[in-house]
């Protein structure tokens, strides 16, 4: 069973600091999502990676993909207020598996 | 574009009631997703139609729980009875490609409170 791991569950911090947000697996992934909910809304993308080693930077969110694509990244730069919400990692199986496996998220606040 | 649209958005009721929640995904996603969602947790699976095939229900309470996406568009969940566990919220989306290079897009859910 393929199962991915976030960490940190909770974090809390003051605005302006940074943070990273871990999603590990041991299993290879073909791609994975990263996705951010705000209360009461659903998830929203944020980017899809792809190649193993990749990086995305969106604004001061950067996103890594393992060399080994099993694990990724997500690092926030300078938090703001409006960074609070659910960040959920979620991979892809290889070959003709389209079943998303998600994480079970990262719950951030940041405090101004 | 309108994205996906979910119906209604909140909804309380008594155990043991009936209930069901309406999806109308994306124009052109012929794929369809029903997830369950506790608070401050991941979403968890509850069934995938391709079209107007259910793929994968696997999860899928049978006992209780009933979907259907008529004409492989628009798509219905129901509950029948509801039980206090059922309480949480219930996101549909949708996707192009089966979800692994564009992503999904949800709507924004239906809380249910069971009471």
């Known amino acids: 069973t393929q199962l991915l791991e976030q960490s940190p569950q909770f974090l809390s911090i003051q605005e302006g600091e940074n943070l990273t947000v871990y999603c590990n697996s041991s299993?290879?992934?073909?791609?994975l999502q990263w996705y951010r909910q705000e209360p009461g809304e659903g998830p929203v993308l944020l980017v899809t990676v792809v190649t193993g080693g990749e990086v995305k930077k969106l604004k001061r969110l950067t996103f890594q993909f393992g060399d080994a694509r099993k694990d990724s990244s997500l690092h926030i730069t300078a938090a703001q207020p409006g960074d609070t919400g659910l960040y959920l990692c979620a991979g892809a199986g290889a070959g003709n598996n389209r079943k998303l496996i998600w994480g079970l998220g990262t719950s951030l606040a940041v405090n101004p | 574009e309108a994205g996906v649209v979910q119906s209604p958005r909140y909804k309380i009721i008594e155990k043991k009631q009936p209930v069901a929640f309406w999806c109308n995904p994306i124009s052109g996603h012929n794929t369809l997703y029903w997830y369950r969602q506790n608070l401050g947790q991941g979403p968890e699976l509850l069934i995938r139609y391709e079209n107007e095939e259910a793929v994968d229900d696997s999860q899928l309470p049978k006992d209780r729980f009933s979907a259907e996406r008529l004409k492989g568009v628009d798509s219905t969940l129901k509950i029948q009875p509801a039980e206090l566990g059922d309480s949480a919220v219930y996101l549909c989306a949708s996707s192009l490609d089966g979800g692994t290079g564009g992503g999904y897009t949800f709507g924004s859910g239906t809380r249910l409170t069971v009471v």
């Open positions: 299993s290879v992934f073909s791609s």
